[in-house]
């Protein structure tokens, strides 16, 4: 899966074979600090201090994103 900016699709979306999924700003947000190289819980600290919002509010979001598109088959967990 590739998160590209789309002016035609008007902003972020995940490219996956054969698939495109359009992303929010969060979900986008979200996709871009997935390198591999922080933790969960790096991530969502970022997040929570990134856009001043409750942490436990940031990482319930973020497990059920990820979820999905572990889910989907987008994303390895």
Known sequence: MRLVH???QGGWVLLAPER???????A???VKRCTGEASFAAIVDDL??????PRERVEADVA???RGLADKKLLEL
Do not use: M
Request: no cysteine; hydrophobic share 65%.
């Open 6 to 8: 789309n002016e035609a």
């Open 20 to 26: 495109v999924f359009k992303a929010d700003q969060i």
């Open 28 to 30: 986008a947000e979200v």
């Open 48 to 53: 929570a201090a990134t856009f001043a919002a």
């Open 64 to 66: 059920t994103l990820l």
